[in-house]
């Protein structure tokens, strides 16, 4: 265990592990956060070592609140993206440097300059653009599956919509899409023993992928059209265009950060049908009324991200702790999206939540700069589904990786009756 103890001190309160990733198998511990936001809101939690033989990480704050994450989020000169990155992982050196380039692990200015140089694709009008493409995608995913009775839900539906929306984003020619699924899997399985990824596969994975990236990037310097890629190449920041670095890190980004989140909240949109019979009645008696508010409720209630996080660069007090300079915090948004304070009955399901104020996408400068097109995505595949499928439904529980950062099922076995015609 890490010999620093500071107070108020996490395991007085609860008896779970937040840093061990089996805790997260069958979903966020929501008791367990329920008891740090009543007694101990922020906490301090030790960091025992992953690895057999490795020393204690140096422990971190666990943010627990609505309210707090919403102040941490929205004062980086307090909370820094850039000093420690923004998961967990205590890097350093050149891991640090490169993460950096990140935009997620930018403060203002920096992080304001990218962001608005690059924000356009990803405006209502530059998703509008998108959308039939997505229902494109959408249409020939459940075409593959309208004939069959049962499927598993996360390999043929949930993990191809996000893949192919990517690679159409990001300007993966069609005939390379085998290369950049293989590409995806190496570097996504990095996080889950389960999916038979090593560090040696991840880092081979980034190089090939980076390769290619490098490779758009420069087609497009020569023959810039209308796509994502060549509105970074044209992008400025004061009168000087991005390096190709910068770019690159965008675009890497754009696939770690739209694929297993958008993955998870389609998952996740399937439990809640089967979960909430009267729910799913409820949307389906009038499906474009009710989609919009059944796609918040479900990211409210399927939280796709545990957390991220952010380093104190001073010494300051949060939620009546005291926090030093260099500390690390961890924002728990599942315990923030059940925080009773600012939603009624917050472990019901219910669509018709107003105002639904959930933090599923983060808040401040950092929010999501994917979520119209997450969005769109999760309300066009439910769209297709329930209309050409309308009984889908869960035929027995997911299985979860273990992970404490991203909320994600491995497989969800569905049942639903043929498409008629087939
Ligand atoms: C649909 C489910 C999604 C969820 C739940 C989700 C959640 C999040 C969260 C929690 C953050 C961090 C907020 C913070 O640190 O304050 C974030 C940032 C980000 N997301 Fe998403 N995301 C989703 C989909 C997407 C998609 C589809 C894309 C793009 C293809 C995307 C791109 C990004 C980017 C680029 C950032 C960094 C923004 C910045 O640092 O300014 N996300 N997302």
Redesign the pocket.
């Known amino acids: 265990m890490s010999d620093i103890k500071r107070t108020p001190y996490a395991p007085d309160f609860i008896d779970v592990d937040l840093w061990d990733p089996s805790t997260f198998a069958d979903g966020p511990p929501y008791e367990a956060f329920a008891q740090l936001r009543a007694e101990a809101p922020v906490a301090f939690h030790p960091e025992k070592p992953r690895r057999e033989g490795k020393k204690p990480g140096p422990g971190f704050w666990c943010v627990t609140t609505h309210a707090d994450i919403h102040e941490v ?1 929205t004062n980086p000169d307090v909370y820094s ?1 850039w000093l420690g990155g ?1 998961t967990g992982a205590d890097i350093t050196g050149a891991v640090l440097e490169e993460t950096r380039l990140n ?2 692990a ?1 403060d203002p200015p920096d ?1 304001t300059h990218l ?1 608005r140089a690059v924000r356009d694709p ?1 405006s209502s009008h530059g998703v509008a653009k998108l959308r039939s493409a997505v229902e494109g995608f959408a249409r020939d995913t459940v075409d593959k599956i309208a004939h069959k009775n049962e499927i598993d839900f996360v390999d043929e539906v949930a993990s191809d919509l ?1 893949l192919l929306v ?1 690679s159409h ?1 990001m300007g993966v020619a069609p005939e390379d899409r085998g290369l950049f699924y293989g590409w995806t899997n190496a570097i996504i399985g990095n996080h889950d023993p389960d999916f038979g990824g090593t560090i040696a596969d991840f880092l081979q994975a980034k190089d090939e992928l980076f390769a290619y990236g490098r490779n758009i990037i420069e087609n497009k310097r020569k023959n810039p059209g209308d796509d994502l890629v060549s509105t970074f190449v044209q992008a400025e920041i004061n009168g000087e265009p991005l390096e190709t670095e910068t770019i690159i890190h965008l675009w890497f ?2 696939l770690i ?2 694929n297993e ?2 993955r998870s ?1 389609l998952t996740a949109s399937m439990e809640a049908l089967s979960a909430f019979p009267e729910q799913r009645e409820l949307l389906l008696s009038d499906l474009p009324t009710h989609l919009p508010g059944f796609i918040e409720e479900v ?1 409210r209630w399927g939280n ?2 545990l957390h ?1 996080r952010r380093t104190a660069s001073v010494d300051t007090q949060l939620g009546g702790a005291e926090i030093k300079a260099g500390d690390k915090l961890l ?1 728990w ?1 599942p315990s923030a999206n059940r925080d009773a304070t600012v939603l009624d009955n917050p472990h019901d399901f219910d669509l018709t939540r107003s105002p639904n104020m959930h933090l ?12 119209r ?3 769109m ?2 309300g066009i595949m439910l769209t297709e589904l329930l209309t050409r499928l309308p009984d889908i439904a869960v035929s027995a529980p997911a299985t979860r990786a273990h992970s404490n950062f991203l909320n994600s099922a491995k497989t969800l076995p569905v049942r639903f009756t043929p498409e008629a015609g087939h």
């Open positions: 989020s993206s923004f935009l997620m930018q992080h962001r990803f996000p990517l984003l980004l754009l950060a739209g989140t958008t909240s990211l796709p991200v991220f924002l948004y599923a996408f983060g808040v401040g400068q950092h929010f999501c700069l994917g979520a097109l997450g969005r995505q999760i």
